[in-house]
Structure formats: C-alpha cells, structure tokens
C-alpha cells in the first residue's frame, strides 16, 4: 500500500531452532502489539465475514434445493411418497452440505476477502515497530491487493490438490490414514504461514518468485506462523476462531520477517 523501493534480503540460512522459536513466540508480541495500539477492531471483521460467508452458503443451499424441487414438481405428473421424500431430503441436506463446505474452506474464503485488513495490518505493525511511514498510493494499493489475492487463490489450489494427494494415503489402513492427517496439516500451515508472510514480501517489493524463494528459506517461521492459523480448522466451527487469529497470524509473521531482517543488516 506504498511506493517504497525493494528491500535487500539477507542471503544467510536462518537455524531451524531459531526460526521456530521466533515462530511461536511472535504471536505473543503480536498479541501485545494489537492490544496496546488499540488494532483489536480489525480482528472482528473476519468474524463478521465469517458470520456473512456461512450465511450465504447456506442460503444458497436452501435457493439451489428449492430450485432442483422445482424442476421436480414440473416434470414429475404423479408425485408418489418416494418423490415428495426424496424432495424433503433434498431441502435438508443441501444446507448442510453448504455448511459442511463452510467448516472446510471457510477460513480460505475471509483470507482471501480479508486480504486488504491483513495488508494494512502488516503495514501499521512495520510502522509501529520501525517508524517508518508508507504513503498511501491508490494505485499500488490496488496492486498490492489484487497480489494478495492471485497468491492466496494459488496457494488453496497448491493445499487442495496436495491435500487430495495425501487423502490416497487412507487406501492403506491406519498407518495411511494417520501419515494424511500429519501431512494434510503440514502443507495447510505451510502454505497459510506463506500467505501471511507474502503481505510484508509485498511491501518490500519482492516478486511473488522472490517471495516464494524467502519464504522457502524462512520455511520453518512459514509453518509454525501457519500452525497456530491451522489448529482451530480441525474444530468443528474452527474457521470462526481462526477468522479471529488470522489477524494475529499477519501481525506475528511480519514482527518475525522484521526480527530476523534486524539481526542480519
């Protein structure tokens, strides 16, 4: 959201240890640093989207059953009591099956819409803890958010594709079914840290390439930044709480990129 020139990376591995460390504990500076300078209204915005996301989809659900009814009633003369359930069913499921699309990929959907919060979140946090101001340009802004949102489509893609992937591991019992689980959790907070992480690459001027090479060497802060956005997905309505987290994961994942950029200058 400004017109700052690309920012040199450092070009020395950071420890594994180190960066899992810095992983974890940022989120309890990120959690001080949004409470003392009163950023705690930009995490309920996703919670309301949350609210708005769930809503729609299951309203859709009940306007694409009444729709499928209707083509029913019309070509159907004699509607025998095998029909008419078979119509009742119809009614109840597809809400379901709109929610139960909710609880998996609900939390992808507020990212993607909550792609400009999360920007300015980043911002203000390198402005808190640098001083350093960014001005406003309404055209880079633009850009900026159209980035977020190509690499957070990209990135669910890569997660789906990989998740159906490990999803075969359930052919081989137990065992298949515990390695996917491990697995289908590592590359959703992989990818999910990435996506927060991307917000400061962004403002730094690093190509969406670059940002993926950073990131891959930051690929430990990616994961445990990702892990604790993750967790709450696994509860049965977790993509309200992670709504509420992702905000925390933005602010964490650049007081990290900032740490880390400080001890290497």
């Known amino acids: 959201m400004n017109t700052q020139k690309k ?34 209204r930009y995490l309920l915005i996703p919670v309301l989207l949350n609210i708005i996301v769930v809503i729609a989809l299951v309203f859709s659900g009940i306007g694409i059953g009444d729709w499928i009814n209707g083509i029913i009633e019309r070509s159907t003369e004699n509607m025998n009591g095998w029909i008419h359930a078979g119509m009742v069913a119809i009614k109840i499921i597809l809400p379901i099956v709109f929610f139960a699309l909710f609880i998996f990929i609900g939390g992808t959907i507020v990212n993607i819409l909550m792609s400009p919060i999360y920007t300015l979140l980043s911002e203000r946090t390198e402005t808190i803890l640098t001083g350093k101001e960014f001005p406003f340009d309404t055209k880079q802004t633009i850009r900026d958010i159209w980035r977020a949102i190509r690499i957070a489509v990209r990135n669910t893609a890569k997660q789906l594709i990989l998740t159906a992937l490990c999803l075969l591991l359930n052919f081989i019992p137990v065992v298949g079914s515990i390695a996917a689980i491990i697995l289908i959790f590592i590359i959703n907070a992989y990818y999910f840290g990435y996506g927060f992480m991307d917000y400061t690459f962004e403002r730094w001027r690093l190509s969406p390439k670059e940002s993926r090479k950073e990131t891959h060497k930051l690929k430990y802060i990616a994961f445990t930044n990702g892990a604790v956005y993750s967790l709450p997905l696994y509860l049965f309505c977790g993509a309200f709480i992670a709504a509420f987290i992702g905000g925390v994961s933005a602010v964490a994942a650049t007081i990290s990129q900032l740490e880390f950029k400080e001890k290497q200058a």
Do not use: C, E
């Open 7 to 40: 920012v040199d990376m450092p070009k020395t591995n950071i420890p594994t240890s180190q960066q899992i460390k810095t992983g974890f504990s940022s989120y309890i500076k990120a959690l001080r640093l949004i409470w003392a300078n009163h950023l705690v």
